[in-house]
Structure formats: structure tokens, C-alpha cells
T-cell receptor
């Protein structure tokens, strides 16, 4: 059973469209992190959110952390083919262990 | 930034043999290293946590005698898959927490293990 429910599992959109990935849990985490993983490589950290209600922007990516620190979302504006990849959310526990969501495979068609 | 170097990036071995995977922290000290395995199109599953100078702790269902972890120094952690079988074929990734990357974690580039 995944502690973090990530949706949707797959997302295929046209270049220029927007997309949102959701990450929900019944648990509270000390922080929530978003990663992007390319095939055959390790995940690369995109952002860490710590405070409930926090919003962080990274160019065309906007990350939100829910007020109760149980859920988060990733929004990409005007997606580009270079945004294609597996997006993973991960919740950090007090013992520094990470629990990962199942991942969202994003494909941006040119 | 914080870098974890993982080797080898891929390895093919025969059933019954052992394979060692190394993860080195290049510009920081990793007192803790997490080891994951990932099956195709699936997420990362935590296998074990290694702490420098002490025994590793394993997640439920992970055989500690099969997946030997050593963390003898602050910059090196190793995972040895002993008596490998085809079902051990997977993508293995190490990760270390680092405050350098804003409380994120730095991941190695992964090792694709294929047991034939």
C-alpha cells in the first residue's frame, strides 16, 4: 500500500498545454519533495516544500503544499517536450526515510 | 552541489554469483545512505538504510543475508547482491539526504542489474 497516492498515472499532452499532477496522503510529512526521473537514471530533485500552504515556482513549474501538509500538486504551464519524464512525489518522515508515490509518466508531444 | 556517484551503471551476471554496487558521496559526508530498487514503470521501493559505522536496517520483506550492505566510511556505501537470481534483476538506486540541496536527497544514477 502506497502512503502517497499520485494521480494521474499517465498523462499525454500536446506541447503548449498545461498539466497538473496530484499527490495525496492521509499522513503528515515533515516535508514533501518532487522529483523527475529520466529512463535509466536516478531521480533528480525539483523542489522541497516544508510549510503548509506553501507555493513554490520554478520557471514554468508551480508546486503547492496543502495547508495540512498531507497533499501537494505540481502544475506545469505551457509544457514542452523536454518536460517528458516520470514525476515522483515523496514524503519525508522524521527518520529521514522517504515514501514515494507511484509516479506519473508525462509525455509531451511536439 | 551534492553528488552521489554510483557504479556500475549496469551489470550482467550469471545466476548464483554476487554483484557489488558502490555509492560514493563526492563532496559531502553521507552518514546515512538509503538503498532502493525500482522495477520497470514502477516507483522506488526502499530496501534498507545504512548508517556509517553501524549495521544496516532493512525494510520488511527484504532479506538481509541476500542484500549485504556495508557503510564503512562517511563517503562510501556498498550493496552486495549475493547468490543472485533472475528475480533480483532490477534497477538499484542509492540516495543520501543532504541539507545542501534544501533538505532534498541526492540520488545516484542507478545500477541496472540483469541476472541471466
Amino acid at each position: 500500500t502506497q502512503l502517497l497516492e499520485q494521480s494521474p498515472q499517465f498523462l499525454s499532452i500536446q506541447e503548449g498545454e498545461n498539466l497538473t499532477v496530484y499527490c495525496n496522503s492521509s499522513s503528515v510529512f515533515s516535508s514533501l519533495q518532487w522529483y523527475r526521473q529520466e529512463p535509466g537514471e536516478g531521480p533528480v530533485l525539483l523542489v522541497t516544500v516544508v510549510t503548509g500552504g506553501e507555493v513554490k515556482k520554478l520557471k514554468r513549474l508551480t508546486f503547492q503544499f496543502g495547508d495540512a501538509r498531507k497533499d501537494s500538486s505540481l502544475h506545469i504551464t505551457a509544457a514542452q517536450p523536454g518536460d517528458t519524464g516520470l514525476y515522483l512525489c515523496a514524503g519525508a518522515h522524521r527518520d529521514y526515510k522517504l515514501s514515494f508515490g507511484a509516479g506519473t509518466t508525462v509525455t509531451v508531444r511536439a | 552541489g551534492a553528488v552521489v556517484s554510483q557504479h556500475p551503471s549496469w551489470v550482467i551476471c550469471k545466476s548464483g554469483t554476487s554483484v557489488k554496487i558502490e555509492c560514493r558521496s563526492l563532496d559531502f559526508q553521507a552518514t546515512t545512505m538509503f538503498w532502493y530498487r525500482q522495477f520497470p514503470k514502477q516507483s522506488l521501493m526502499l530496501m534498507a538504510t545504512s548508517n556509517e559505522g553501524s549495521k544496516a536496517t532493512y525494510e520488511q520483506g527484504v532479506e538481509k543475508d541476500k542484500f549485504l550492505i556495508n557503510h564503512a566510511s562517511l563517503t562510501l556505501s556498498t550493496l552486495t547482491v549475493t547468490s543472485a537470481h533472475p528475480e533480483d534483476s532490477s534497477f538499484y538506486i542509492c540516495s543520501a539526504p543532504t541539507r545542501i540541496s534544501n533538505y532534498g536527497y541526492t540520488f545516484g544514477s542507478g545500477t541496472r542489474l540483469t541476472v541471466v
